[in-house]
């Protein structure tokens, strides 16, 4: 059996446009789907039966969430477990990722992966698998729940600063398991490798594409618009950059075209805010 934990946080009733069509096709992808958010008044419509909710209390950001789930799961009995995100907006193919993931051969994998090396890690090598689609498959599932076991420190929870929190999730979890992972005899590997976009498009190798040069991505085929791009770019961005408008990127990569206008329209509105 096959597992995917999607990941939200939001103050809503019901689940934006961009995360219920996520959630829609991871549903059709998987034996078990649960969407994990904090706890409220959440009564979310239209979603497949399969989908299991749990609400929780929101600590330790997406990886606090995930890591409640994965107390409940009997890891032993699962062929493969996949975390994704609320981070992005979906515009490709599922199933086509999903194909060309399993053909990496790999007992883990992702979607991108990086060499951003924030001021704060306290790694030599700061290569990692970007945590907002991860795959572990059944001969990494042992190593995770070690991981999470023995490597998970208490301050995760304990810290009050929410700024604190989020670097030290970074540089434990999302740096750490991949290094971890290739600490102990596996080889991280993503769809879409930071190594030839950096050689083909000239850009330095510690880019994050995602948020740089996202139509860059897409081309390649990547199936995913980072919200951040589409809420929060920078004053300078906004009126001196290049940046291609978002809402051009969603209609030209979008294979969800009934869902085009509803996303526009509602970014269009939290952009308001």
């Not at 007992?107 to 572990?136: A, C, I, K, M």
Request: glycine share 6%; aromatic share 14%; with cysteine.
């Amino acid at each position: 059996m096959d597992c995917c934990v999607f990941v939200h946080y939001g103050q809503e009733s019901e689940l934006p446009p961009a995360d219920s069509q996520y959630v829609q096709e991871l549903a059709g992808l998987f034996s078990k789907l649960i969407l994990v958010t904090n706890e409220r008044k959440f009564q979310p419509k239209g979603l497949p039966p399969q989908v299991e909710i749990r609400m929780v209390k929101n600590e330790g950001y997406d990886f606090g969430m995930f890591y409640k789930v994965v107390q409940d799961l009997d890891l032993k009995d699962l062929d493969r477990l996949v975390l994704a995100n609320d981070s992005n907006v979906l515009l490709g193919d599922l199933g086509v990722l999903m194909k060309r993931g399993s053909e990496l051969k790999s007992d883990f994998w992702g979607v991108l992966d990086s060499y951003e090396r924030p001021w704060f890690s306290t790694h030599r090598d700061n290569f990692h698998l970007q945590s907002h689609f991860l795959v572990w498959e059944k001969g990494a599932l042992t190593l995770l729940q070690t991981f999470l076991r023995e490597s998970v420190s208490a301050a995760i929870w304990e810290e009050a600063d929410p700024k604190k929190i989020r670097r030290k999730i970074i540089n434990d979890w999302e740096i750490g398991f991949s290094q971890f992972a290739l600490q102990h005899g596996l080889t991280p590997r993503a769809v879409f490798q930071s190594q030839p976009i950096s050689a083909g498009s000239g850009h330095p190798l510690q880019t994050n594409f995602g948020m740089k040069y996202p139509r860059l991505l897409l081309e390649e085929g990547y199936p995913f618009l980072k919200k951040k791009y589409i809420l929060r770019p920078s004053v300078w961005k906004r009126f001196w950059s290049k940046r291609d408008r978002w809402e051009v990127l969603i209609r030209d990569f979008s294979t969800y075209p009934t869902a085009v206008s509803r996303i526009i329209e509602y970014f269009q509105n939290q952009r308001k805010k």
